[in-house]
């Protein structure tokens, strides 16, 4: 199966691609069918060999990489929606965690005994 892709090129930093018709399992820099063009992603220029070529291709519904899909739309060389090339992942959404407030014990009733003698603690505490 043939698809349309890049095929970098270019010094390191200093990247241009080749538009080619190359076997979708093989490797991006090695064998392809055809050179249909460059890229240079600097300057924003496509350089179309033969528009002839193109129209060709894309009559024989191969699938195209989504990078060369935009950029053959925004060029006007393709009619066709634009395809989403890459997706950002999303960070997981971290939700604060909301603690319940914690339970008070119920104030236990103090025994009537326990009530007098702290009353005769207090009551000591004072006469002195």
Same mark, same amino acid.
């Given at each position: 199966?043939?698809?349309?892709?890049?095929?970098?090129?270019?010094?390191?930093?200093? +990247?241009?691609?080749?538009?080619?018709?190359?076997?979708?399992?093989? *490797?991006?820099?090695?064998?392809?069918t055809e050179v249909?063009?460059?890229?240079?992603?600097?300057?924003?220029?496509?350089?179309?060999?033969?528009?002839?070529?193109?129209?060709?291709?894309?009559?024989?519904?191969?699938?195209?990489?989504?990078?060369?899909?935009?950029?053959?739309?925004?060029?006007?060389?393709?009619?066709?929606?634009?395809?989403?090339?890459? +997706?950002?992942?999303?960070?997981?959404?971290?939700?604060?965690?909301v603690t319940a407030? +914690?339970?008070?014990? *119920?104030?236990?009733?103090?025994?009537?005994?326990?009530?007098? *003698?702290?009353?005769?603690?207090? *009551?000591?505490?004072?006469?002195?």
């Amino acid at each position: 199966m043939l698809t349309i892709r890049f095929q970098r090129t270019g010094k390191r930093n200093r +990247a241009e691609f080749r538009v080619v018709v190359a076997p979708k399992t093989a *490797a991006a820099q090695k064998k392809f069918t055809e050179v249909l063009g460059s890229y240079n992603p600097r300057t924003k220029v496509l350089v179309v060999k033969d528009q002839a070529r193109i129209s060709y291709w894309l009559s024989q519904k191969i699938e195209i990489s989504p990078s060369v899909q935009n950029l053959l739309v925004t060029q006007k060389l393709m009619d066709a929606p634009k395809a989403r090339a890459f +997706a950002i992942p999303k960070k997981p959404a971290t939700t604060p965690e909301v603690t319940a407030p +914690a339970e008070v014990p *119920a104030k236990e009733t103090e025994s009537p005994v326990a009530s007098e *003698a702290a009353t005769s603690v207090e *009551a000591g505490a004072t006469a002195e």
